[in-house]
């Protein structure tokens, strides 16, 4: 059972225009969110995260929205640009405490940003 | 944040062999995390390794197929067991700080 959803395994955007990438999840518990960037032949890395008590995170051209009653987030990427160009993974995660938090990943969208 | 460095990188490996991973750290930290990512697919938590005790193992995942050591604060092996074709993935190493998640740049083994 996939309790984090990316339902779009790519997505071609032209320069400078908007790239919108969306991620839904099941799990109700789940009270944080994050996005990570990975290229080919090397790891994820972390991009921008939003905790359950906010609805908006923005830094710099990335913004990620989440809609707790739609259980569904997305990431904005405005202007896109071509080094933009990578698997962009949601992920999630629940519980309070510790520094073991464990991640559920979503399956990632291939975004590609058009010159 | 946190640098972690992965070796080897990539490599091939014939079925029915072993192959141990290493993960190195610039700081220490209290667990390191092993995560595969099989083909077109998202990644998959395999194990927390303990400093000090033995690896907790996610639904799925045995010790006898990914043996783990752990033996100091900054330094993790994963080892993949009597390989088979299925084992073919992206192997990363990652460290918690804060509630991100900082990863190696991963191990691409292909089993043949």
């Known amino acids: 059972d996939q309790q984090v959803k990316q339902n779009s395994p790519s997505l071609s955007v032209q320069e400078g225009r908007i790239s919108i990438l969306n991620c839904d999840y099941t799990n109700s518990m789940f009270d944080y969110f994050l996005w990570y960037k990975k290229y080919p032949a090397e790891g994820p890395t972390f991009l921008i995260s939003i905790s359950s008590i906010k609805d908006k995170n923005e830094d710099g051209r990335f913004t990620v929205f989440l809609n707790k009653s739609a259980k569904h987030l997305s990431l904005h990427i405005v202007p896109s640009q071509p080094g933009d160009s990578a698997v962009y993974f949601c992920a999630a995660s629940e519980g309070l405490g510790g520094s073991a938090r464990q991640l559920t990943f979503g399956s990632g969208t291939q975004l590609t940003v058009l010159p | 944040s946190a640098v972690i460095s992965q070796k080897p990188s990539r490599d091939i490996c014939q079925r029915g062999t072993s192959l141990t991973i290493q993960c190195q750290v610039d700081s220490q930290v209290t667990m390191m995390f092993w995560y595969r990512q099989q083909p077109g697919q998202s990644l998959t938590l395999i194990a927390t390794?303990?400093?000090?005790?033995?690896?907790?193992?996610e639904s799925g995942f045995v010790i006898d197929k990914f043996p783990i050591s752990r033996p100091n604060l900054t330094f993790s092996t994963l080892t993949v067991s009597n390989m088979s074709p299925e084992d073919s993935s992206i192997y990363l190493c990652?460290?918690?700080?804060?509630?991100?998640?900082?990863f190696g740049e991963g191990s691409r083994l292909t089993v043949l």
């Open positions: 990652s460290v918690h700080t804060g509630r991100e998640l900082f």
């Open positions: 390794a303990n400093q000090g005790s033995e690896a907790t193992y």
